[in-house]
């Protein structure tokens, strides 16, 4: 029941239109508790499943792949327009910074969506094959390795190349200005979502690979955060999410 | 992209068997109307007028209807004719559905909440009968083509999907629907005369063949293989999976008729000529492009829900211990840099693990197929049991390693190795 929570939590603090897109783990499995389906009945669902992921990370990929362009261009006339003038520069900069991050957090959230249901859909199959005696889980699994959904190269590519843009279009560690702050107070707030939805997806793999009593074989091992754990705790969100 | 109603030229006639297809591949894809194919599938559901009263999208419906008798009924409708059939068109009128997606995250939504609201899916508790001779057919079934790892699926997802090429290149070339029907034909020809019977496996859908093109820097179409994949209907409606370089093009050939408000679909795709894309995939990628040029939104999916009193603003970002905003920002991207380190890990381990599995299994049902495994030492087929047993001192070795490899020093110790798999 443990992933049941963490899918269910990261839900919660996923970005609204995405809510509705991920895996409907509890209902699947509620629905292989006795009697289980037939296999076609249940193979059927998850291929539906799979077509809603599908369909969801194709478009938002789309989506991406423009917001990256424009991005880019942005950045590309900014410069331009600023030259030497490194005060203009700074002053507009600010805007753009922020969008750099939220895009590269959006991004990388849709790799975690990717990942949470392609881990649900594991999970899912294995206690169906218990439940049933069967082997469903290792061909199902195979063809969904080549699924669209799992296939996040494309977005974990872009990511990377903004992680390097950002040192060339941030300051070299200076100290800002508290009145900084205030001016983008208001502007922070898309950021806090994706903030915490992050910081979410990182709590619930660490809590996922913490070993269960199924392990097996086909179990990840326990997840290695000792760097990350120092951020985590730096952070403290007031918000149903505990950090332990 | 805009709503499309499902078509399939070429199977009018094999409709009235899509019974047990629309029950048992239930597409989250949906159109608002119907096609003929589904007002037969529709009718033919005639114990539970529920069933025709909803677009084929929200099938989803059925299922999670909380009469148990209605859905009871679809089963049995289905029990009558082959199995058999319905599997081969459960396979294809999913495949169907998929390239009809609208991207419309509403009706999505809407079928979803109807699922999530009722608890009670589909039991078949009430009707044993039908789903004890499933099995055999359906084993029957499974081996009808071994163009993949064999499996019905396998072979409808290949034959689609080159239809699919066909079909997109449709558009701009001729007509290749004798192509699709020819295969159909020789699909059904080896399904009944094939009587391979292998373990129980489910409705395979093993491994497509790699149609879509690697993610290559020439501006190529990358169609988007989908579970069942991408079926030829005569259209073309297929979705696109977009690359930078592709929309470069698109920019490039936008900015040559004068920026994108005066661009239009079909000019953008003429320009562009690139095989396979239609004015469809255009117009919907020429409307997202206007949006987000004319709307720079600092989030893609837009601030309102997260709109927050200032005060809220100042006490969050206080939470990042009162530091300023580039730091706050900073702070943020190294949270995400971190999730997606770990994400990419995870999905490499992911994949070993299954490429380790699939391998010991190959080997294992080579090693089974002449011999039976003596003693069962659990509920389990002796045969599953045994291979498991092997998958898990072998993979135990991997999961060691993975281990090492993730510095943690806690070994992972596989317990039960018998069941869990």
Known sequence: MKFGKRIKEQIQESLPEWRDKFLRYKELKNLISSPAPAESIFVGLLNAEIDKFNAFFVEQEEDFIIHHKELQYRIQRLVEKCGDNEEMFRLEIGEIRKDIVNFHGEMVLLVNYSNINYTGLAKILKKYDKRRGGGIRSPFIQKVLHQPFFKTDLVSRLVREWETTMDAVFPAKVAEEGYERSAAVTSAAAGEGIFRNTVAALLTMREMRRGSSTYSAFSLPPLNLSDSDLVLRSVHLSSPIPIP | ?421
């Open chain 2, 1 to 421: 992209m805009e709503a499309r109603p499902v078509q399939r030229s070429g199977s009018r006639d094999l409709s009235s068997n899509n019974n047990l297809a629309r029950t048992s591949s239930i597409p989250s894809s949906s159109t608002p109307k119907p096609s003929a194919a589904e007002d037969v599938f529709m009718r033919s559901e005639n114990n539970n007028t529920q069933l025709m009263s909803r677009p084929l999208g929200q099938t989803y419906h059925l299922l999670s209807s909380s009469n148990g008798g209605a859905v009871g009924h679809i089963c049995s409708s289905s029990s009558s004719s082959g199995f058999s059939t319905n599997l081969h068109y459960s396979s294809m009128v999913s495949h169907e559905k998929q390239q009809h997606y609208t991207g419309n995250s509403s009706s999505n939504a809407a079928t979803v909440q109807t699922l999530s609201n009722d608890s009670s899916w589909c039991h078949h508790g009430s009707l044993p009968g039908e789903f004890l001779d499933f099995p055999e057919t359906h084993a029957a079934i499974q081996n009808s083509s071994h163009v993949e790892d064999g499996g019905i699926g396998a072979a409808f997802d290949d034959i689609q999907k080159r239809s699919d090429w066909h079909d997109w290149a449709d558009h701009l070339i001729t007509d290749e629907d004798p192509l699709l029907s020819t295969n159909w034909n020789d699909l059904l020809l080896e399904t009944s005369s094939n009587s391979d019977s292998k373990d129980q496996k489910s409705l395979q859908i093993p491994q497509p063949q790699v149609v879509q093109q690697q993610p290559s820097p020439s501006v190529e179409l990358r169609p988007v293989s989908t579970t069942s994949s991408n079926s030829n209907n005569g259209t073309g409606k297929a979705r696109m999976r977009w690359t930078p370089e592709l929309h470069e093009a698109f920019v490039e050939a936008v900015n040559s008729l004068g920026g994108s408000e005066r661009a239009t679909p079909k000019g953008v795709l003429k320009i562009m000529k690139v095989e396979g894309l239609t004015i469809y995939h255009v117009k919907s990628h020429l409307q997202k492009y206007r949006t987000a040029r004319y709307r720079p939104e600092p989030s893609e999916t837009g601030s309102p829900e997260k709109k927050l009193t200032p005060l809220e603003h100042i006490t969050s970002l206080d939470l990042k211990g009162g530091i300023g905003i580039t730091e706050a920002l900073r702070l943020q991207m190294e949270v995400q840099k971190q999730l997606h380190e770990q994400l990419e890990i995870q999905r490499n381990l992911q994949l070993r693990i299954e490429e380790q599995g699939k391998y010991l299994q190959m080997m294992f049902e080579k090693q089974n197929s002449g011999l039976t495994k003596g003693t069962a030492s659990t509920s389990d087929s002796a045969a599953k049991s045994e291979q498991e047993d092997k998958k898990t001192a072998d993979s135990k070795e991997l999961a060691a390693e993975e281990t090492r490899v993730c510095e943690e020093p806690e070994a992972p110790q596989a317990k039960r190795p018998k069941t869990d798999n």
